[in-house]
């Protein structure tokens, strides 16, 4: 049972260039999110998937696409990346996105924008 | 106003001792409070959950006081192992993951 895990650990880009991280979980839950880790700041929601086949806005999505591929794995897609974008980006998973679920985070992917 | 506010620290303290951290959070709805750990250069990992009436998990003691809205985490004997960044969460108690925050944490070393 290997939790919630994503690809790749490091990346570097260059502006402009695209990528996407890759998250998944066997843990079966219903509700897959990404966030991004910034210095002084809080974690900050960027999409979440409620649930199979649903995805919405978070705090900070503009720059972002995601994609839910299915219960299992959760995409984030960076079309054209820019520097702000350099940041630590988390995967996690819950059984709902009921207020009192606990959120599994991934590995973490750290990302360096040129 | 941020929604949820810690002391960043750094709290260095001796091993042994207790330490105790605040967090303050400035929506009165709030509904679900959690501490979570990260480690450097890890993900975050659920401590505890705290609950109305307090609650205790061995050497970790948390309390909730809504009336000043905020939360407390107590360390007692504090361990090598206890060295990390202590995050503070609430979850405004909608549906929905736009209603959780997170504090910016608060960086726990314990010396030898």
């Known amino acids: 049972n290997a939790g919630v895990t994503q690809t790749p650990k490091f990346q570097v880009l260059k502006t402009g260039q695209s990528m996407t991280l890759q998250c998944a979980q066997d843990?079966?839950?219903?509700?897959m999110y990404w966030y991004r880790q910034d210095p002084g700041m809080g974690l900050r929601l960027i999409y979440y998937?409620?649930?199979?086949?649903?995805?919405d806005k978070g705090e900070v999505p503009n720059g972002y696409n995601v994609s839910r591929l299915n219960k299992r794995e959760f995409s984030l897609r960076l079309e054209s990346a820019a520097p702000s974008q350099t940041s630590v980006y988390f995967c996690?998973?819950?059984?709902?996105?009921?207020?009192?679920?606990?959120?599994?985070f991934g590995p973490g992917t750290r990302l360096l924008v040129l | 106003r941020k929604e949820v506010e810690q002391d960043p620290g750094p709290f260095n303290v001796p091993e042994g001792a207790t330490v105790a951290f605040n967090c303050t959070y400035s929506n009165s709805a709030s509904q679900s409070f959690f501490w979570y750990r990260q480690d450097c250069r890890k993900e975050p990992k659920l401590l505890m959950s705290?609950?109305?009436s307090g609650n205790e998990d061995g050497r970790f003691t948390a309390q909730l006081n809504r009336a000043s809205q905020y939360i407390s985490l107590l360390i007692r004997d504090s361990k090598l192992s206890d060295s990390a960044t202590y995050l503070c969460v609430v979850n405004y108690g909608f549906i929905g993951a736009n209603n959780l925050f997170f504090g910016t944490g608060t960086r726990l070393t314990v010396i030898p």
């Open positions: 998937s409620a649930s199979e086949g649903t995805t």
């Open positions: 996690a998973s819950s059984e709902s996105v009921m207020p009192q679920e606990t959120q599994y």
């Open positions: 843990m079966n839950h219903n509700s």
């Open positions: 705290v609950y109305s």
